[in-house]
């Protein structure tokens, strides 16, 4: 059976850091492309970040220069590093892996609230 476990969401003051884990188990294809979304209430889940198998990444521009993702095949493992927090990165934020091309499995969410 196929997990993404994700975990590291936490309240956290604005220019606050967080480190988001999410560890998959029981895919037996390839995992391909590992990536982040996040959905805030009342709005629609958006991707945040993604990483290749070849190390390429990308990111939506209201992140870059402030969150970083990375990935260990051998551990089947993705992390986003969330810097300088803002109030409006507040969401629940979700691991989602393509895998054998054709497969995407998410995991179950961890909110992550940025406030003072």
């Known amino acids: 059976q196929v997990q993404l476990v994700e975990s590291g969401g936490d309240l956290v003051q604005p220019g606050g850091s967080l480190r988001l884990s999410c560890a998959a188990s029981?895919?037996?294809?390839?995992?391909?492309?590992m990536g982040w979304y996040r959905q805030a209430p009342g709005k629609q889940r958006e991707l945040v970040a993604f990483?290749?198998?070849?190390?390429?990444?990308n990111y939506i521009d209201s992140v870059k220069g402030r969150f970083t993702i990375s990935r260990d095949d051998a551990k089947s493992m993705v992390w986003l590093q969330m810097d300088n927090l803002k109030p409006e990165d507040t969401a629940v934020y979700y691991c989602?892996?393509?895998?054998?091309?054709?497969?995407?499995?998410w995991g179950q969410g961890t909110q992550v609230t940025v406030s003072s």
């Open positions: 989602n892996v393509l895998a054998d091309w054709k497969s995407i499995y």
């Open positions: 990483i290749t198998s070849d190390g390429r990444t």
């Open positions: 029981g895919i037996i294809f390839s995992i391909n492309t």
